[in-house]
């Protein structure tokens, strides 16, 4: 194949069929942008984790994926749920984000506004939008979980102040930033 790039291993090019060193890869990644979310379960005991994983699969049905540590706290936690809810945070949200992805920390406690909503499950104040989320199907992917689920309800966050502009939390190369469009960029649309 013509102009085709060559595989690359942690010593250089590899073989085919080769696999990547994870860090070569997670290194590759932090090249992304990625929009960040919290996304949070349970009916009895409230858990959440911060995921830069969630995409929008299909306008009709509505769906969204995203992916989850089989290692992580809230595992357990959405392995066995029917419903989640997805929060997409706003820039100015970092600590928030930070709170969901350090292992160990509070993340429901004293810091955290939030409330019991849709379907009687955690649902976090301040947020720019949150998704009800129907757990459709899990595919185990490597370390991680595919999750794939039906979106049920959708509303703007409780509280959300109308004067903070709707940016996104960005994370990209391993920090959390904002987004801000060119200001003398004209309008454009991606489908």
Same mark, same amino acid.
């Given at each position: 194949?013509?102009g085709?790039?060559?595989?690359?291993?942690?010593?250089?090019?590899?073989?085919?069929?080769?696999?990547?060193?994870?860090?070569?890869?997670?290194?590759?990644?932090? /090249? /992304?942008?990625?929009g960040?979310?919290?996304i949070?379960?349970g009916?009895?005991?409230?858990?959440?984790?911060?995921?830069t994983?969630?995409?929008?699969?299909?306008?009709?049905?509505?769906?969204?994926?995203?992916t989850?540590?089989?290692?992580?706290?809230?595992w357990?936690?959405?392995?066995?749920?029917?419903?989640?809810v997805?929060?997409?945070?706003?820039?100015?949200?970092?600590?928030?984000?930070? =709170?969901?992805?350090r292992?160990g920390?509070? =993340?429901?406690?004293?810091?955290?506004?939030w409330?019991?909503?849709?379907?009687?499950?955690?649902?976090?104040?301040?947020?720019?939008?949150?998704?009800?989320?129907?757990?459709? =199907?899990v595919?185990?992917?490597g370390? /991680?979980a595919?999750v794939?689920?039906?979106?049920?309800?959708?509303?703007?966050g409780?509280g959300?102040?109308?004067?903070?502009?709707?940016?996104?939390l960005?994370?990209?190369?391993?920090?959390?930033?904002g987004?801000?469009?060119?200001?003398?960029a004209?309008? =454009?649309?991606?489908g």
């Amino acid at each position: 194949m013509t102009g085709a790039a060559e595989p690359v291993g942690p010593d250089g090019p590899g073989e085919p069929g080769e696999p990547v060193d994870p860090g070569a890869f997670r290194a590759v990644m932090r /090249h /992304h942008a990625k929009g960040v979310a919290v996304i949070t379960a349970g009916l009895d005991v409230p858990a959440g984790f911060c995921a830069t994983s969630l995409t929008s699969v299909s306008l009709d049905p509505p769906m969204v994926s995203f992916t989850v540590g089989r290692g992580a706290s809230a595992w357990s936690t959405v392995e066995q749920a029917e419903h989640v809810v997805v929060h997409l945070l706003a820039e100015d949200q970092e600590e928030l984000a930070l =709170r969901f992805a350090r292992s160990g920390a509070p =993340r429901f406690g004293p810091a955290t506004r939030w409330h019991r909503g849709a379907l009687g499950l955690p649902v976090l104040d301040d947020v720019l939008a949150w998704l009800a989320v129907a757990l459709v =199907r899990v595919v185990p992917a490597g370390d /991680h979980a595919l999750v794939l689920g039906s979106v049920v309800a959708t509303g703007p966050g409780a509280g959300h102040a109308p004067r903070r502009p709707a940016r996104p939390l960005v994370h990209h190369d391993g920090v959390f930033g904002g987004f801000a469009p060119p200001a003398a960029a004209p309008e =454009r649309a991606v489908g």
